[in-house]
């Protein structure tokens, strides 16, 4: 089992920049895929990144694709979520989710994954 605790949310103008952190403990991360999710009030969870185990493949949901950055760390057992050129619409609780799956980045659904964190508030201010 892991454990994943997400940093590095806030308010920020549009236009900012936010890394978000995502670290994890328990079992090896880097026997993980890697994901992050967004929730924004009154909408489902939905995909916006992931990263395979070893961190040499990724995907991006189109809504952010050339905006958001996702990478990781197995040293120190983190994934990150670069966003730049914030938007109002990017405002969202951000999760960060394990999987189990080997391919488990290939998916955006969030019922390939495992474990899930807390989330982070990200605001974006107009």
């Known amino acids: 089992q892991v454990q994943l605790v997400e940093s590095g949310g806030g308010l920020v103008q549009a236009g900012g920049s936010l890394r978000l952190s995502c670290a994890a403990s328990?079992?090896?991360?880097?026997?993980?895929?890697m994901g992050w999710f967004r929730q924004a009030p009154g909408t489902e969870r939905e995909f916006a990144a992931a990263i395979s185990r070893t961190g040499g493949s990724t995907r991006y949901a189109d809504s952010v694709t050339g905006r958001f950055t996702i990478s990781r760390d197995n040293a120190k057992n983190t994934v990150y979520l670069q966003i730049n050129s914030l938007k109002p619409e990017d405002t969202a609780v951000y999760y960060c989710?394990?999987?189990?799956?080997?391919?488990?980045?290939?998916?955006?659904?969030?019922?390939?994954?495992?474990?899930w964190g807390q989330g982070t508030q990200v605001t974006v201010s107009s």
């Open positions: 989710a394990a999987s189990n799956y080997k391919l488990g980045y290939t998916s955006g659904h969030g019922s390939t994954y495992d474990y």
């Open positions: 328990g079992r090896t991360f880097s026997s993980y895929s």
